[in-house]
């Protein structure tokens, strides 16, 4: 294995490690939080997501990315970026403190306002974050990122569940997110120590800056249109009915959203490197959708499943509703870590105008399928995400074959078998569980445990190479 594949290997471990052990952390105390506070709660942090996100972009503004990329950068490279960060950051959250009770007036939700103006905080603690993690990233030092994720996440969770019992109600969400991005920021700089030790650079500025805001743009698109859900239904529906939405949403995107994070740290910075390698590129490229597949395909297929009896039992009677989207919302976001990986792609070969243009044109077919669902109830929207999904993914697709030589054929070969070996799993596990037992929880754990022995052993023989590479990679002991 060459160094590069073993330091792909090593952060892909490292950073799955992180991610699956956060995002665990955090859907279990989601779960216990759901129960406390209820679908209305999460409907009001919900409302006011799209504002987050979009304060978010502006804060990074591709920077890191552009830090990446770039192979000569400099100490006064990120400098210029932490400053720029910090700055944004603090304009950003003036901004919303300012519009708050103009949020707050367009819910007719007037507890908004306060909401806003402490929750927008974290705004700017993420500022001072940005940098270290980039170094982190740059380095593939996946293993310092993991530890200051899990600490953050141990300490806002427990600040949660106290706020929570203590019957603060709402305001234990917006504690939750406060205190991971203090604590975030201190672990990080406890295990990557730096402070800018130069001054900001215009000709650093004007590369980094003149490279990410492409993508600060794309983000932007992107920041809004995976929030607008929340706008449209919190304007035209109650806060609960944006309950249940968020809910159901945020538990199918905890394992798309991890497997997507843990392949786009990693692969970014990989696939820098050989940018210019046209074979290594083209290989790595394919055997990035497959572990992406891989892992999110069962996930989300078998999620769909089961979510009818898994809901209620996770989080009570009264989310019965949010299990009636879950599985649209499953098909929606199978394909996303496939989105994010041709999206890097495009990145890496310095295509931020075309990945800007590419934004445009899908949050435009986005726009009319909504417009199209609203009227016609939630689960017409959670339709609509589907056909959205899976015409973005030719879109993709398309022009990034053009670049790498490999067409929407190809990514169809590659992922088609592994799509139907993770339905096949699913579907005869839940099929049987169906004939043993009439509990709910009984058909669920046994859903799963036949579900993932199926789907091991036809990966094993109806996917030897990959099955052989999987091993190879992240089970075989390293020689010394």
């Not at 009677?317 to 599985?327: F, Q, T």
């Not at 799963?448 to 089970?475: D, E, G």
């Amino acid at each position: 294995m060459s160094e590069l594949q073993s330091q792909a290997a090593s952060g892909i471990k490292w950073s799955a490690i992180e991610r699956l052990i956060t995002q665990l952390v955090q859907l279990l105390i989601m779960l216990v939080l759901a129960r406390q506070l209820g679908p209305q709660a999460f409907g009001l942090v919900g409302m006011l997501a799209v504002f987050l996100a979009i304060s978010q972009v502006f804060v990074e503004s591709g920077m890191g990315a552009a830090l990446i990329r770039k192979l000569d950068r400099t100490e006064q490279d990120f400098t210029t970026a932490f400053y720029f960060n910090i700055a944004v950051g603090v304009l950003c959250y003036l901004l919303l403190y300012i519009c708050a009770p103009f949020i707050a007036d367009f819910y007719q939700q007037p507890q908004l306002t306060n909401l806003l103006r402490w929750l927008a905080l974290v705004i700017i603690i993420h500022a001072f974050s940005l940098v270290p993690k980039t170094m982190l990233t740059i380095d593939m030092d996946f293993k310092k990122l993991a530890v200051a994720s899990f600490g953050a996440v141990t300490i806002s969770s427990g600040v949660a569940l106290v706020c929570a019992y203590q019957g603060v109600g709402v305001w234990s969400l917006v504690a939750q997110s406060l205190s991971y991005a203090f604590s975030h920021i201190v672990i990080l700089n406890i295990v990557r120590p730096w402070t800018p030790k130069r001054r900001c650079s215009k000709d650093s500025f004007n590369y980094l800056f003149g490279f990410g805001s492409k993508l600060m743009l794309a983000g932007l698109l992107n920041g809004i249109y995976q929030n607008i859900y929340q706008i449209i239904i919190g304007k035209y529906y109650s806060a609960v009915q944006v309950g249940y939405f968020t809910q159901a949403n945020q538990l199918v995107k905890t394992p798309a959203m991890t497997m997507t994070t843990v392949i786009q740290r990693v692969t970014y910075p990989m696939l820098s490197r050989i940018q210019d390698d046209i074979e290594r590129l083209k290989a790595a490229y394919l055997i990035t959708l497959q572990l992406a597949a891989l892992v999110v395909f069962p996930l989300l297929i078998g999620l769909a499943v089961v979510a009818d009896p898994l809901i209620p039992l996770m989080l009570g009677e009264v989310w019965r509703p949010a299990a009636e989207l879950v599985p649209f919302i499953c098909l929606a976001l199978t394909l996303y870590p496939i989105h994010a990986i041709n999206l890097n792609m495009l990145q890496v070969k310095g295509r931020a105008d075309l990945f800007l243009k590419l934004e445009v044109v899908k949050k435009g077919i986005t726009t009319v399928i909504l417009i199209c669902t609203v009227p016609l109830g939630l689960k017409a929207i959670c339709i609509g995400m589907v056909v959205q999904s899976c015409i973005a993914f030719f879109i993709n697709s398309y022009y990034n074959g053009k670049l790498n030589g490999l067409s929407v054929m190809d990514q169809l070969r590659t992922l088609l078998l592994i799509f139907l070996m993770s339905s096949f799993a699913c579907g005869v596990a839940w099929y049987v569980s169906t004939l043993i037992s009439e509990l709910d929880w009984v058909r669920v754990v046994f859903t799963m445990l036949l579900a993932t022995f199926i789907y091991i052993v036809s990966v094993r023989y109806l996917q030897p190479r990959l099955y052989s590479y999987i091993v190879k990679s992240f089970f075989a002991k390293k020689e010394n």
